[in-house]
């Protein structure tokens, strides 16, 4: 068991809240995507590994070559596995963040891809969220625009679990930083004992 | 068919989940999640069951993949 904890890094100290954790930034929201972001690729693989176990045990296999069953049946099971687990390993490692100080979208995947973008809170004009079909709504997620400070810059970010609460702890952790941005040179003023301008 | 083909897949298969859970787990673990913060989360201890999932069944088909093996070697 200790083997297993340290070979994953279970339990080991943490020295920051995530990778690229500013001095002064604080986490007020971390996210995967929703669930439901795996769906179609579940039913794909579902689909396919019904296929071959189909062929496999069907007589054309045995027309085809003399390879036992079982090799090939295990060989199949075996790729399926790592199909599902690698997936949901990749979905583990898609974050959104909300830190005091910007929104972190880390796309990483297990080997191949390094991807972060990070939209600082000042830049941001609009927040918009959006829950249209029958699916969306039992199933509690949607889709979040974030819109930037120049009309080209638009943030989608889909599949994101609870949008309306996702988007009303977004909506706060902005208002928030807009008010201390504004009210940042009068408490500099007066920090230094300078009266601010009438 | 060579038998030494089939297991050398699953030996490959089984070092190759160890390297990704490995890496995962690597990464993951640099999160530190609250539960304030990380309600909506997939995090490091519910990905342990995938983990748990996906090396004990390429395990038991190495395993699996050795037994049947002996048997043909035997037989």
Wanted: aromatic share 16%.
């Amino acid at each position: 068991m200790h083997f297993w904890k340290a070979f994953l890094h279970i339990g080991a100290p943490r020295k920051r809240d995530f990778p690229g954790h500013q001095p002064g930034e604080h986490v007020e929201l971390i996210t995967v995507l929703h669930w439901v972001s795996l769906v179609p690729f579940f039913f794909q693989v579902a689909i396919l590994f019904g296929l071959s176990i189909w062929f496999i045990t069907s007589d054309l296999y045995s027309e085809i070559t003399d390879v036992p069953r079982i090799f090939t049946m295990s060989i199949v099971v075996a790729l399926f596995i790592h199909a599902l687990c690698f997936r949901l390993y990749n979905y583990s490692l898609k974050v959104i963040l909300v830190t005091n100080f910007r929104v972190i979208d880390i796309r990483h995947s297990v080997f191949l891809k390094r991807e972060r973008e990070a939209i600082p809170m000042f830049n941001i004009q609009d927040l918009r969220y959006q829950q249209s079909g029958i699916f969306q709504r039992i199933f509690h997620y949607g889709t979040l625009m974030i819109l930037g400070s120049s009309t080209d810059l638009k943030y989608v970010f889909r599949y994101v679990p609870r949008v309306n609460k996702f988007h009303h702890i977004l909506a706060e952790v902005h208002q928030k930083r807009l008010r201390e941005q504004s009210s940042f040179p009068s408490a500099m003023l007066r920090e230094k004992g300078i009266p601010p301008a009438s | 068919m060579n038998w030494w083909l089939f297991f050398g897949f699953h030996i490959l298969s089984l070092v190759f989940c160890l390297m990704a859970t490995r890496a995962t787990f690597r990464y993951l673990s640099k999160y530190r999640m609250t539960p304030q913060t990380s309600f909506l989360m997939v995090g490091l201890e519910r990905t342990q069951y995938v983990a748990l999932f996906y090396v004990g069944s390429i395990l038991i088909l190495t395993l699996l993949s050795l037994a049947v093996g002996i048997f043909h070697f035997f037989s």
